[in-house]
């Protein structure tokens, strides 16, 4: 047997997938199916033979499915169109004792007759089928319908009434009313009305026929119903929905007194945070039909509500407690206001975290100058401050604020005593709170105590000498005082200190002291000219800030030192020579911060940007050539960036400052870093080595 080869392997430029093959074959399939062929039939002899074929297709199917309605409902309106109404009543009939329950059938059964005009046949199916099945809705509407139609009115009541003594939904009642509206009978209308509220006694059933009579125009029956359901219905089935209509019912009849008085009655029995929509309703009412103080007792009412709703949800939401006392404070009693701050005091935050304290001490607060400034009760409001003193855990936190303001109240009562007492009790607890020490300065400052004063910057400083803003406000202290020695002597103490949180700034107020000061004695040339320790001659001015400069230079360089020296020694020193010493002397060392011998590029840059502008301001046209010729030539250059774990995050952009005097310098540069980068490779391989050794 032999095979045939593929010579061609290549795959096709068409592929094909099973899926598109089993398609186009189904496709196929419907596209060769022959149309079923029309049978004409010639005679009545043909026509009797193909209705016994189809009744036997038929029979067959129910027997083989019987409880399948479908194939019943099918050949009964088989039977029905071929004019077989006497075997199409015998399908139903089956159908029906196979399944009485199939609502369906019944519909099916009863349309049947009523198309083909068998009126008594339908009525009997409607009668049958209402008696099996009283509770479907359904059955009713169509019996009562159908009778409504025929114009049989008397048949259709008849249906009606049967129907309600099911007592079925409000639907079918309101369906029975609006038959007789139709009717014209009114009278028969409102009897149903009233057998339908006798029956039901609901709220829809009152609200539905007051509704109605004010539609008929008898506002006395409705007004009637409304007072009836006040007397009937339960307080809970009530709810906001019957007082609403009521209170609406009486605004629309411009009875606005009644409507007020429904409105009031609803809210006394009710807690008003579980009616917020017949509150809504009122303050509406209110802004309508009003006065100014019935309007503002509305919103009043309304926004206490509110806020009440909230500390109910949340006990511990102190805008919250703080936003319903402050209301409280407007128009409530001095009683009624400090049980508010009670109730609210009393929830105290579980954790002992300061920022969950934070909003709960203005409750204290609030309330002691409540009782202080409203009230006037003088030791109500210390035993406020005291309390909240008392529960504050200070071992954990504090807050400087509550014991600022219990001072301040002792200080009003002009007892200076108990309130130093209680700053010093607020020391002895949390000595490292830096404001209750500014606070308790500035209360002594005020009473022109000044050795106490000293006294606390002395305790501030022994108990925060790390802090250069203490050191800072007691130098300024001194020197309100014209007390420029101690100034001095606490600067130079300051700036000894082995730690410090900012010392940039400590150095800074200490220079823009003595710059103040040498601008001020800059009359007593005497003074100005005495030379300092160092042994500069007397004629250079400021020799107190060039000591202050050179001793800060000693521990650091920043480019921003050498900035302020150069201009300082221009502006207010010894003049622009002196400044050209410094500004070149800060460029050799700022260029020699790096050991590549590149320097540091942008300090370099802003130095020179700051002496090209002091040239210009004290120097000469000269001057500002000469280090305009240093200034670089800027561009921008490309770089890889790296992220906090020392991967690649991609290329950024960076300014690059190209320097004249380093384009000569750069290939001896490039020699030298070459011998180091081979000094450094030939020492680790010896270390290898040895440690193999």
Not at 247 to 253: M, P
Not at 585 to 595: F, P
Request: proline share 3%.
């Amino acid at each position: 047997m032999s095979f045939a080869t593929v010579k061609n392997r290549a795959p096709a430029p068409i592929q094909i997938t099973a899926e598109q093959i089993l398609r186009e074959a189904r496709d196929r399939q419907l596209e060769t199916k022959l149309p079923e062929p029309k049978r004409t039939i010639t005679d009545a002899e043909e026509l009797k033979e193909v209705r016994i074929q189809k009744r036997k297709e038929f029979e067959d199917a129910i027997r083989r499915q019987r409880h399948v309605m479908g194939m019943w409902l099918k050949y009964a309106k088989w039977e029905a169109e071929n004019q077989e109404f006497e075997r199409a009543r015998s399908v139903y009939e089956r159908a029906v004792d196979v399944d009485y329950k199939n609502v369906g059938l019944w519909l099916r059964y009863a349309t049947m007759e009523m198309e083909n005009g068998f009126v008594n046949f339908a009525r009997n199916v409607w009668d049958r089928a209402v008696s099996l099945l009283p509770r479907v809705d359904q059955l009713w509407y169509k019996y009562a319908y159908m009778e409504e139609m025929l114009g049989n009115a008397a048949g259709a009541r008849q249906i009606f009434q049967r129907w309600m003594e099911w007592e079925p939904e409000d639907n079918a009642w309101l369906s029975f009313i609006k038959f007789e509206e139709r009717q014209g009978d009114i009278a028969r209308a409102r009897e149903v009305f009233e057998r339908y509220v006798d029956i039901s006694s609901s709220l829809r059933a009152f609200l539905k026929f007051a509704k109605w009579e004010e539609m008929q125009g008898q506002l006395v029956y409705a007004r009637q119903l409304y007072e009836r359901g006040m007397e009937e219905l339960a307080e809970e089935e009530k709810g906001e929905r019957f007082y609403i209509a009521f209170a609406d019912f009486e605004e629309r009849c411009r009875e606005h007194e009644r409507a007020r008085a429904i409105y009031k009655l609803a809210l006394d029995k009710r807690d008003r945070t579980d009616v917020p929509e017949l509150y809504d309703a009122f303050v509406a009412f209110e802004k309508k039909y009003g006065s100014r103080k019935a309007m503002e007792d509305a919103v009043f009412e309304r926004r206490q509500v509110h806020y009440q709703e909230k500390v109910k949800e949340n006990a511990h939401d102190f805008d919250a407690w703080l936003d319903l006392i402050r209301l409280k404070e407007q128009r409530g009693a001095p009683a009624e206001v400090r049980a508010a701050y009670e109730e609210a005091v009393q929830n105290v935050p579980p954790v002992r975290e300061k920022r969950f304290w934070r909003r709960y001490i203005y409750l204290w607060i609030n309330y002691a100058l409540y009782e202080e400034l409203q009230v006037g009760d003088i030791d109500r409001a210390r035993e406020v401050y005291a309390a909240s003193l008392r529960l504050v855990p200070h071992g954990d936190f504090t807050f400087a604020k509550l014991w600022l303001l219990a001072a301040k109240f002792e200080i009003r009562q002009r007892d200076v005593s108990r309130a130093r007492k209680i700053l010093g009790q607020a020391l002895g607890l949390c000595p490292m709170k830096e404001k209750l020490y500014k606070g308790y300065v500035e209360l002594e400052l005020l009473l022109g105590e000044v050795d106490r004063c000293r006294t606390l910057y002395t305790k501030y400083l022994e108990a925060l000498p790390h802090v250069c803003n203490a050191w800072i406000r007691f130098a300024q202290f001194e020197r309100s005082l014209e007390e420029l020695e101690r100034t001095r002597a606490i600067y130079e103490l300051a700036v000894k200190q082995p730690l410090l949180d900012m010392p940039e700034v400590l150095w800074k107020a200490y220079i823009d002291f003595e710059i103040e000061e040498l601008e001020k004695d800059s009359a007593d040339a005497a003074k100005t000219a005495a030379a300092d320790e160092t042994g500069e001659p007397s004629s250079m001015p400021g020799h107190r800030v060039r000591r202050l400069f050179e001793r800060l230079l000693e521990r650091a360089t920043h480019v921003k030192i050498w900035i302020a020296y150069a201009n300082f020694e221009a502006s207010k020193g010894a003049g622009i020579e002196m400044a050209r010493g410094i500004w070149d002397r800060g460029y050799r060392v700022i260029k020699e911060l790096n050991e590549d011998g590149e320097g540091a590029k942008l300090p370099r840059y802003l130095l020179l940007q700051a002496w090209r502008e002091c040239e210009r301001s004290f120097g000469d046209a000269e001057g500002v050539q000469r280090v305009q010729k240093r200034l670089p030539e800027r561009k921008k250059r490309q770089r890889m960036a790296y992220d906090a774990d020392g991967n690649e995050a991609g290329m950024e952009e960076y300014m690059d400052y190209s320097f004249p005097e380093d384009v000569t310098v750069k290939p001896n540069l490039k020699l030298l870093q070459r011998a180091r980068n081979w000094a450094a490779k030939k020492r680790k391989v010896e270390t290898e080595e040895q440690n193999l050794e």
